[in-house]
T-cell receptor, first 112, second 112 residues
């Protein structure tokens, strides 16, 4: 099956700086890549996603890039704010049905 | 209000005592999934369903059962729970496999 690796596991940035989280996947047939944010004690919530026919997608301060050849995708958060502090998970949908594989998460801390 | 609900939210049980965690969504979603979340391992998919009476194994199905007799409900059954099934469980639903997955609030299970 698919294997998704996520780095770094923890990340601290100063408020206003940018944060980048990277994920790699193993199955070239994977074609949908969502990113989730999970605040402490809360449920995961989708923040952005990208499909395999798109190289980059942006939503205000958040952007995701996808390199299908290298099989990696990244989350970019610009002008970070304290409320961006959370655990972020990348995921890849396998080539069949509704099977999703998640990365192990990145704990982002934005220091005021 | 569109939502995914799970019950119970917290459960302490003993090894071997059958239990069911319910999941219900009111968004008429076709797709539903169960995940478990463990520290350092991220979210791992247990089972998923793409429609009524259609279910399939995720990445970690051993020791679990599911059923999808109605579109809105997707219960998770542990017929003989073991301590290694102690975890935080999330149910999720989506309109299709490339739409936002909405997660339930989570069920924290402790098996003694």
């Amino acid at each position: 099956g698919e294997n998704v690796e996520q780095h770094p596991s923890t990340l601290s940035v100063q408020e206003g700086d940018s944060a980048v989280i990277k994920c790699t996947y193993s199955d070239s047939a994977s074609n949908y890549f969502p990113w989730y944010k999970q605040e402490l004690g809360k449920r995961p919530q989708l923040i952005i996603d990208i499909r395999s026919n798109v190289g980059e997608k942006k939503d205000q301060r958040i952007a995701v890039t996808l390199n299908k050849t290298a099989k990696h995708f990244s989350l970019h958060i610009t002008e970070t704010q304290p409320e961006d502090s959370a655990v972020y998970f990348c995921a890849a949908r396998g080539d069949t049905g509704n099977q999703f594989y998640f990365g192990t998460g990145t704990s982002l801390t934005v220091i005021p | 209000e569109a939502q995914v609900t799970q019950n119970p939210r917290y459960l302490i049980t003993v090894t071997g005592k059958k239990l069911t965690v319910t999941c219900s969504q009111n968004m008429n979603h076709e797709y539903m999934s169960w995940y478990r979340q463990d520290p350092g391992l991220g979210l791992r998919q247990i089972y998923y369903s793409m429609n009524v009476e259609v279910t399939d194994k995720g990445d970690v199905p051993e020791g679990y059962k599911v059923s999808r007799k109605e579109k809105r409900n997707f219960p998770l059954i542990l017929e003989s729970p073991s301590p290694n099934q102690t975890s935080l469980y999330f149910c999720a639903s989506s309109g299709d496999s490339e739409e936002t997955q909405y997660f339930g609030p989570g069920t924290r299970l402790l098996v003694l």
